[in-house]
Protein backbone atom coordinates (compact mmCIF):
# COMPACT_ATOMS: atom_id res chain seq x y z
CA UNK A 1 0.00 0.00 0.00
CA UNK A 2 1.22 3.22 -0.73
CA UNK A 3 2.16 5.66 1.72
CA UNK A 4 -0.20 8.36 1.76
CA UNK A 5 -3.79 6.84 1.45
CA UNK A 6 -5.58 8.73 -0.81
CA UNK A 7 -2.67 8.75 -3.86
CA UNK A 8 -3.22 6.21 -6.69
CA UNK A 9 -0.45 3.64 -6.50
CA UNK A 10 0.69 3.78 -9.86
CA UNK A 11 1.54 6.88 -12.18
CA UNK A 12 -1.52 7.84 -14.06
CA UNK A 13 0.35 10.28 -16.67
CA UNK A 14 2.90 7.42 -16.65
CA UNK A 15 0.16 4.95 -17.67
CA UNK A 16 -1.26 7.00 -20.15
CA UNK A 17 2.84 8.18 -21.60
CA UNK A 18 3.52 4.47 -22.27
CA UNK A 19 -0.17 3.89 -23.84
CA UNK A 20 0.55 6.41 -26.58
CA UNK A 21 4.36 4.95 -27.48
CA UNK A 22 2.49 1.33 -27.63
CA UNK A 23 -0.03 2.21 -29.65
CA UNK A 24 2.71 5.19 -31.40
CA UNK A 25 0.07 7.69 -31.27
CA UNK A 26 1.81 11.36 -30.91
CA UNK A 27 1.30 14.01 -27.76
CA UNK A 28 0.35 16.31 -30.18
CA UNK A 29 -2.51 13.39 -32.11
CA UNK A 30 -4.22 12.92 -28.93
CA UNK A 31 -3.71 17.16 -27.69
CA UNK A 32 -5.78 18.02 -31.15
CA UNK A 33 -8.40 15.37 -30.21
CA UNK A 34 -8.98 16.38 -26.75
CA UNK A 35 -8.68 20.32 -28.08
CA UNK A 36 -5.57 21.38 -26.43
CA UNK A 37 -2.41 22.65 -27.45
CA UNK A 38 0.61 19.99 -27.55
CA UNK A 39 2.66 21.66 -25.00
CA UNK A 40 0.04 22.27 -22.56
CA UNK A 41 -1.08 18.80 -23.12
CA UNK A 42 2.86 17.49 -22.47
CA UNK A 43 3.04 19.30 -19.06
CA UNK A 44 0.11 17.88 -17.53
CA UNK A 45 1.26 14.26 -18.45
CA UNK A 46 4.46 15.27 -16.54
CA UNK A 47 2.64 16.40 -13.36
CA UNK A 48 2.03 15.09 -10.58
CA UNK A 49 -2.19 14.83 -10.59
CA UNK A 50 -4.34 14.50 -13.78
CA UNK A 51 -8.28 16.26 -13.04
CA UNK A 52 -11.04 13.66 -14.15
CA UNK A 53 -12.05 15.53 -16.57
CA UNK A 54 -8.81 16.08 -18.29
CA UNK A 55 -8.34 12.15 -17.86
CA UNK A 56 -12.18 11.16 -18.87
CA UNK A 57 -11.23 13.41 -22.11
CA UNK A 58 -8.17 11.52 -22.82
CA UNK A 59 -9.79 8.07 -22.23
CA UNK A 60 -12.49 8.48 -24.78
CA UNK A 61 -10.21 9.89 -27.10
CA UNK A 62 -7.57 6.87 -27.37
CA UNK A 63 -10.74 4.74 -26.58
CA UNK A 64 -8.94 3.04 -23.86
CA UNK A 65 -10.97 2.69 -20.17
CA UNK A 66 -8.06 4.08 -17.69
CA UNK A 67 -10.55 3.90 -15.46
CA UNK A 68 -11.28 -0.04 -15.45
CA UNK A 69 -7.41 -0.45 -14.65
CA UNK A 70 -7.39 1.66 -11.76
CA UNK A 71 -10.46 -0.01 -10.73
CA UNK A 72 -9.27 -3.58 -11.04
CA UNK A 73 -5.71 -2.18 -9.25
CA UNK A 74 -7.75 -0.92 -6.69
CA UNK A 75 -9.96 -3.92 -6.09
CA UNK A 76 -6.87 -5.87 -5.43
CA UNK A 77 -5.52 -3.96 -2.91
CA UNK A 78 -9.33 -3.81 -1.11
CA UNK A 79 -9.26 -7.54 -1.04
CA UNK A 80 -6.14 -7.73 0.67
CA UNK A 81 -7.02 -5.05 3.46
CA UNK A 82 -9.97 -7.05 3.83
CA UNK A 83 -7.86 -10.52 3.61
CA UNK A 84 -5.60 -8.88 6.17
CA UNK A 85 -8.56 -7.72 8.52
CA UNK A 86 -10.28 -10.87 8.92
CA UNK A 87 -6.77 -12.62 9.56
CA UNK A 88 -6.65 -14.55 6.40
CA UNK A 89 -2.46 -14.33 4.65
CA UNK A 90 -2.37 -16.41 2.13
CA UNK A 91 1.03 -18.00 3.95
CA UNK A 92 -1.10 -18.54 6.80
CA UNK A 93 -3.58 -20.58 4.41
CA UNK A 94 -0.59 -22.09 2.55
CA UNK A 95 0.32 -23.51 5.72
CA UNK A 96 -2.67 -24.42 7.24
CA UNK A 97 -3.12 -26.57 4.35
CA UNK A 98 0.14 -28.46 4.39
CA UNK A 99 -0.81 -29.03 8.57
CA UNK A 100 -3.87 -30.85 6.89
CA UNK A 101 -2.14 -32.85 4.01
CA UNK A 102 -0.05 -34.19 7.30
CA UNK A 103 -2.86 -35.44 9.01
CA UNK A 104 -4.63 -36.62 6.44
CA UNK A 105 -1.76 -39.00 5.22
CA UNK A 106 -1.32 -40.03 9.03
CA UNK A 107 -5.01 -40.69 9.07
CA UNK A 108 -4.54 -42.74 6.09
CA UNK A 109 -1.67 -44.99 7.20
CA UNK A 110 -3.81 -45.04 10.07
CA UNK A 111 -6.63 -46.18 8.32
CA UNK A 112 -4.58 -48.58 6.58
CA UNK A 113 -3.85 -50.23 9.28
CA UNK A 114 -6.57 -50.80 11.21
CA UNK A 115 -7.57 -52.49 7.43
CA UNK A 116 -5.11 -54.82 7.64
CA UNK A 117 -5.97 -55.93 11.35
CA UNK A 118 -9.52 -56.56 10.43
CA UNK A 119 -8.55 -58.50 7.74
CA UNK A 120 -5.58 -60.46 9.57
CA UNK A 121 -8.44 -60.69 12.75
CA UNK A 122 -11.14 -62.29 10.12
CA UNK A 123 -8.81 -65.15 8.97
Not at 32 to 44: E, G, N, P, R
Not at 83 to 106: F, S, T, Y
Request: charged letters at 30%; glycine letters at 2%.
Amino acid sequence: MSKNPDKVPFDVQRKIRMHLKETHLPVSSLAKDIHLTSSSLHQQLYRDSLQVNRLWSICKALKWNLFQEIANHLEKEIQGIQAKQKGIEIKDIHEEMDEIKRKLELLENENKTLKEVITLLKS
